[in-house]
């Protein structure tokens, strides 16, 4: 009876560590037993993680970004004509315009998204057009109009995002450890991002974003929806990201913001180029809002809508 005794206990205990490895045909699924407690006294900081994506056809000492009179066309529409811009190494670069200048169009050409009917894209050297795979790996992109897999656990995610940029599991382990408890999602990770408010799933494709180290960080509009305290802390990653050589492009409403951070700013409207440079020589004497008005123009008189001050009984 106390051999039995032992043997009764173990064998229904069996099954249920052979069906957790039934229930994983997901790869991502094997994530959820790494509890990230474990990790954390050996994760280095997420700045001290850039190990930029270096293709062979990458060049270190080309500009990190240059467009060459793209353009692209929706039937009739002229959504981008003729835009040349180029982006140095370690740079922080706005770009701003009015409601359909044509920024989102511009981001989603450099990101691949879409592809353009006219000119050249550049990444490190790397052309878009002819060697697409190669110029995507350079690149990490947060879309303005979020599509993700919001099933998926906040850990699943980030460890799909990095196992489809070839990364091994043990750095995808590590990259995820450090961007979370940077951006401080680290105690939502076993959350379903359904369950994410807006703010914090920004804040969660940001880190898919940067899984990979890229050289070249595509942003459309990455403070929108997101609160102040958090955009602080996402601002403070990307500066640590652009010392230690990255780039970023974005673009953004917020020209304040704009202002504050970048290095270079670009204002288009009507898919067009209207200036590019310093921030300081964009702006000269006046703010970057005040520039930014008077370069495609402000709001009219209010002509025709006198009967708005009429009220109503």
């Known amino acids: 009876m106390p051999e039995s005794e032992p043997s009764v206990p173990a064998t229904p205990s069996e099954p249920e560590p052979k069906s957790e490895p039934d229930a994983t045909p997901d790869p991502v699924t094997t994530v959820e037993p790494h509890p990230s407690a474990d990790a954390a006294p050996e994760t280095p900081p997420a700045a001290a993680l850039w190990d930029p994506a270096d293709p062979d056809d990458a060049s270190d000492d080309a500009p990190v ?24 190494p370690g740079t922080f670069y706005g770009l701003v315009g009015p409601n359909g200048a044509g920024k989102t169009t511009t981001l989603s050409m450099i990101a691949g998204m879409l592809r353009a009917d006219a000119g050249s894209i ?98 459309d509009e990455p403070f929108e929806a997101v609160d102040p305290a958090s955009s602080v802390v996402i601002l403070d990653l990307l500066r640590s990201y652009v010392a230690a050589g990255g780039s970023v492009v974005l673009s953004s409403h917020g020209i304040d913001l704009i202002e504050r951070v970048c290095d270079r700013v670009a204002v288009i409207a009507g898919g067009r180029l209207v200036a ?21 123009g402000g709001l009219g008189d209010g002509e025709g809508l006198e009967w708005l001050h009429t009220f109503s009984d």
Not at 65 to 88: M, N, P, Q, Y
Not at 278 to 296: H, K, M, Q, S, W
């Open 65 to 88: 970004l240059v467009l060459e009179g793209i353009g692209k066309r929706f039937g009739d529409t002229a959504a981008v004509e003729a835009l040349s811009l180029t982006v140095e």
């Open 122 to 219: 550049r990444v490190c050297g790397v052309d878009v057009r002819t060697h697409e795979r190669e110029a995507k790996r350079l690149i990490g992109v947060l879309p303005d109009r979020l599509r993700t897999f919001d099933r998926l656990t906040g850990r699943q995610l980030l460890t799909y995002a990095g196992l489809l940029r070839g990364l091994r599991k043990d750095r995808v382990d590590e990259r995820v450890a450090a961007l979370t408890t940077v951006l401080e999602l680290d105690d939502a990770l076993g959350r379903i991002v359904s369950d994410y408010s807006a703010g914090m799933t920004k804040k969660l494709m940001l880190a898919a974003a940067m899984i990979h180290a890229p050289r070249l960080l595509v942003l």
């Open 276 to 296: 590019d440079g310093p921030v300081d020589e964009i702006r000269g004497e006046a703010t970057l809002e005040e520039r930014f008005v008077e370069l495609v």
